[in-house]
């Protein structure tokens, strides 16, 4: 069956979250509009929020979320955060 391993490490004041899984792995053309609202989806009768809404909530904690190229099927995120909560006119900032 497919595997979804998550790994985490703490480099400093960031922590680095890995999400790694066996399935087929995403299209090229997908990778266009990965993190827009409505336009994101890979697959049929998907809404395309799923990634747009986990980059929000990233974001909003001071971190950001990124597609990591790797060989074979498959699909990988890094998600990178401070370790500090995020002063709200810092986040404000970002928005």
Do not use: C, Y
């Not at 985490?8 to 960031?14: D, E, I, K, L, P």
């Amino acid at each position: 069956g497919r595997r979804i391993t998550l790994s985490a490490q703490r480099t400093g004041s960031v922590v680095a979250i890995v999400i790694d899984d066996t399935g087929p792995g995403m299209p090229r053309k997908a990778r266009e509009n990965l993190f827009a609202a409505f336009r994101g989806s890979a697959r049929s009768g998907g809404t395309g929020l799923g990634l747009a809404i986990a980059r929000e909530l990233v974001i909003a904690h001071g971190g950001t979320i990124a597609l990591v190229e790797k060989p074979g099927p498959g699909t990988m995120f890094r998600v990178e955060i401070p370790d500090r909560p995020v002063a709200l006119d810092d986040w404000r900032a970002r928005a």
